[in-house]
């Protein structure tokens, strides 16, 4: 089977109606599909205004805000209606890809199971980590058992970063994972993005060091860890102004955490690219993301950057050549390694130079088609076992 013959059925929890890491990708992925001419269908929620436009198909599933404090922009799909699944019948999908395992994932696959279709799995977050920022941690365990079954129904999964694919089968998760890594928009995203004029508007002067943050503004991106790592590198009496780029429900929480913090809100395109690269150096010291699409923009934009030794950045990162890695958790630790950026231009400028020289190596069509072969492959074994029976 030709690419350009398959048809794939797509299930996602959020499409486009919030604009996300996961998302961007989803969407990046269709693109490329439809233009080699493949079919896709995608299901998910809907809602009256969405962030952006879905690309391809889009089919509305039942769905809830998501029942979670602070987490009311997403929804959760609760089924597939039957008029869901009359629709899914008629397009007569090849292959269902599942990239959430909320209740509409677990439907999907049991639906492709009866007709013997085979099933991917993207992994773009790694869910059991979030309850520990809502003071849950017990219900980790619980959480990761409840995946562990979830993937382990999937014929393969694809991940986004080497270490995650390891995290992955350490945990039991599966034994077929492969990798879809992440591309960057390099239109947007690069070093001649910065303008002095507009860091002048915002309250930074020239001589400013701006550590970045970049994301949505909730607790599980890791907010009271940047916070008290802020407030350990002021001990450190290292110069520097800190940009929060992004907003979301733990805003508040933030700007009072951080005191003279300078925040501009949501950006999208060229005045994102422009809000990032008008930054020094790049903060992410969130454990949860699978790849880390933010710390790769923020190479792409010329900036060192220091992160969490956790899966995702980790795969991204060269400690000491294109920024640091540190153990996650530990303020004091974080602050030892944004000081020296604070202090010294040329290896802010080293760093981030070889950052920007690495982030030419991720292409969006290369990541893509890994995706598309994976398809490929899992379409013909099912055959292959089905002419077998």
């Given at each position: 089977?030709?690419?350009s013959?398959l048809r794939?059925?797509?299930f996602s929890g959020n499409?486009n109606?919030t604009?996300?890491?996961?998302?961007?990708?989803?969407n990046?992925?269709?693109?490329?599909l439809?233009?080699?001419?493949?079919?896709?269908?995608?299901y998910?929620?809907?809602?009256e205004?969405?962030?952006?436009e879905a690309t391809?198909?889009?089919?509305?599933?039942p769905?809830?805000p998501?029942?979670?404090?602070?987490?009311?922009?997403y929804r959760?799909?609760?089924?597939?209606?039957?008029e869901?699944k009359a629709d899914?019948?008629?397009?007569d999908?090849?292959i269902?890809h599942?990239s959430s395992?909320?209740p509409?994932?677990?439907?999907a696959v049991?639906?492709?199971?009866?007709?013997g279709?085979?099933?991917?799995?993207?992994?773009?977050t790694?869910?059991?980590?979030?309850?520990?920022?809502?003071?849950m941690?017990f219900?980790?365990?619980?959480?990761e058992?409840?995946?562990?079954?979830f993937y382990?129904r999937?014929?393969?999964?694809v991940a986004?970063?080497?270490s995650?694919?390891?995290?992955?089968?350490d945990q039991?998760m599966h034994t077929?994972?492969?990798l879809w890594t992440?591309?960057v928009?390099?239109e947007?995203?690069?070093p001649?993005?910065?303008?002095m004029?507009?860091?002048?508007?915002?309250?930074?002067?020239d001589?400013d060091?701006a550590?970045?943050f970049?994301?949505?503004l909730?607790?599980?991106?890791?907010?009271?860890l940047?916070?008290?790592s802020?407030v350990q590198?002021r001990?450190?009496?290292?110069p520097h102004?800190v940009l929060?780029?992004?907003d979301g429900p733990?805003r508040?929480?933030?700007e009072?955490?951080?005191?003279?913090?300078?925040f501009?809100?949501?950006q999208?395109?060229k005045?994102l690219?422009?809000?990032?690269?008008?930054?020094?150096?790049?903060?992410?010291?969130?454990v949860?993301?699978?790849f880390?699409?933010?710390s790769?923009?923020?190479?792409?934009?010329?900036?060192p950057v220091?992160?969490s030794?956790?899966?995702?950045?980790?795969?991204l990162?060269?400690?000491w050549e294109t920024?640091r890695l540190?153990?996650?958790?530990?303020?004091?630790a974080f602050?030892?390694?944004?000081?020296?950026?604070?202090?010294?231009g040329e290896l802010?400028?080293?760093?981030g130079?070889?950052?920007?020289?690495?982030?030419r190596?991720?292409?969006w069509?290369?990541?893509?088609?890994?995706v598309a072969?994976?398809y490929?492959r899992?379409?013909?074994q099912?055959?292959?076992?089905s002419?077998?029976?």
């Amino acid at each position: 089977m030709e690419l350009s013959d398959l048809r794939i059925a797509l299930f996602s929890g959020n499409y486009n109606y919030t604009r996300d890491g996961a998302n961007q990708a989803l969407n990046r992925l269709v693109e490329y599909l439809l233009r080699q001419g493949a079919t896709v269908r995608t299901y998910a929620p809907t809602v009256e205004n969405p962030a952006f436009e879905a690309t391809g198909d889009l089919v509305s599933v039942p769905s809830i805000p998501m029942p979670v404090k602070g987490r009311g922009e997403y929804r959760m799909p609760t089924h597939l209606s039957r008029e869901n699944k009359a629709d899914m019948e008629r397009f007569d999908p090849h292959i269902v890809h599942v990239s959430s395992p909320d209740p509409g994932g677990h439907a999907a696959v049991r639906w492709a199971m009866r007709r013997g279709l085979p099933v991917l799995a993207s992994v773009h977050t790694r869910f059991e980590t979030y309850p520990r920022y809502y003071n849950m941690s017990f219900l980790e365990p619980v959480i990761e058992a409840g995946l562990k079954r979830f993937y382990n129904r999937c014929d393969a999964l694809v991940a986004p970063s080497h270490s995650t694919i390891e995290e992955l089968k350490d945990q039991g998760m599966h034994t077929d994972i492969s990798l879809w890594t992440r591309g960057v928009d390099r239109e947007i995203f690069r070093p001649d993005r910065r303008d002095m004029a507009w860091r002048r508007t915002i309250g930074l002067e020239d001589g400013d060091v701006a550590i970045a943050f970049l994301g949505r503004l909730v607790m599980e991106k890791g907010l009271d860890l940047f916070a008290e790592s802020i407030v350990q590198l002021r001990r450190l009496e290292a110069p520097h102004k800190v940009l929060v780029i992004g907003d979301g429900p733990a805003r508040k929480w933030f700007e009072n955490a951080l005191p003279g913090g300078i925040f501009v809100g949501f950006q999208t395109g060229k005045n994102l690219g422009r809000a990032l690269a008008s930054a020094d150096v790049f903060f992410n010291p969130s454990v949860t993301e699978t790849f880390g699409n933010v710390s790769l923009e923020a190479m792409a934009s010329g900036l060192p950057v220091v992160a969490s030794q956790a899966t995702g950045s980790a795969s991204l990162v060269t400690d000491w050549e294109t920024g640091r890695l540190v153990p996650p958790g530990d303020a004091h630790a974080f602050a030892e390694a944004l000081a020296p950026y604070c202090r010294n231009g040329e290896l802010r400028e080293r760093h981030g130079a070889a950052g920007e020289a690495k982030a030419r190596e991720y292409s969006w069509d290369a990541v893509n088609s890994a995706v598309a072969e994976t398809y490929l492959r899992l379409v013909e074994q099912a055959r292959s076992k089905s002419s077998q029976k």
